[in-house]
């Protein structure tokens, strides 16, 4: 049966590691686990034949099913690392691979950072969600990260670490769901740390790229606030014109 075939077939790459046959017999082995949903097993062959044949023909192929193999069997840290494997040796011009892997290497990196929170390892966690976006920033899920960030060093009560992370978001990925609100959120620290100005002109900017009217008004309101109690009276005034 396969367990025979997979037994046999291990075997004989292991006693015959030099035969041209050895890293074809692997990587079909490999490719039955995989099959059979037996993840972890298929990522232990293919950690073999990459270390043993790393210039194989098969070699390509193997990367990317040992990266899909860890990160099917939740062993994230794994999978990023071997996604990371994968990109670095994916030419430029194979644009759609590059593109998958990053986003799955993204997924990765976001799970590793999911589990350290559920641990209650916050700055950690907060850490890992940041090298999405330093690792692979072209990724959907990278401002969605920063933004994971941004909230827990909030929790972490560490204001101007979320202001960054805030500020590097709505900076880094302008067109992002998520950085208008980042601006605001960085605003709204700095006026619970009474910095005013700071505040003012977060609010002011997010205001004027902001659909919802109302909010937008509401913001501009309290900067105008804040530009009066710190007798910044030309940019008072400039904020309060800027309602019509």
Not at 34 to 42: G, L, N, P, S
Not at 153 to 166: D, G
Not at 183 to 197: D, I, T
């Amino acid at each position: 049966g396969e367990e025979r075939f997979v037994g046999l077939s291990l075997r004989f790459a292991r006693v015959f590691p030099k035969d041209a046959q050895a890293p074809i017999v692997l990587f079909k082995v490999a490719e039955l686990l995989f099959e059979k949903e037996d993840f972890a097993e298929t990522a232990a062959v293919l950690a073999d034949f990459l270390t043993g044949y790393p210039k194989h023909k098969n070699a390509a192929a193997a990367r990317k099913l040992s990266a899909h193999s860890y990160m099917k069997s939740g062993d994230f840290k794994q999978a990023r690392i071997a996604y990371g494997a994968a990109l670095a040796q994916l030419p430029e011009k194979n644009a759609a691979d590059r593109k998958s892997f990053s986003e799955l290497m993204a997924t990765a990196i976001y799970k590793e950072a999911e589990i350290e929170k559920g641990n209650g390892a916050l700055e950690k966690a907060a850490r890992l969600f940041q090298e999405v976006s330093r690792d692979v920033p072209e990724t959907e899920l990278a401002p969605v990260a920063l933004f994971e960030a941004a909230l827990l060093y909030e929790k972490l009560e560490q204001p101007r670490e979320a202001i960054r992370v805030y500020r590097t978001l709505s900076q880094n990925y302008r067109a992002a769901a998520l950085a208008e609100q980042s601006s605001v959120q960085a605003g709204l620290l700095y006026e619970q740390m009474g910095e005013r100005l700071q505040a003012a002109a977060l609010f002011t900017a997010a205001a004027k790229s902001m659909k919802d009217e109302d909010q937008a008004r509401k913001l501009l309101w309290n900067a105008a606030l804040h530009y009066e109690n710190e007798a910044q009276w030309e940019k008072t005034v400039e904020t309060l014109l800027s309602f019509t």
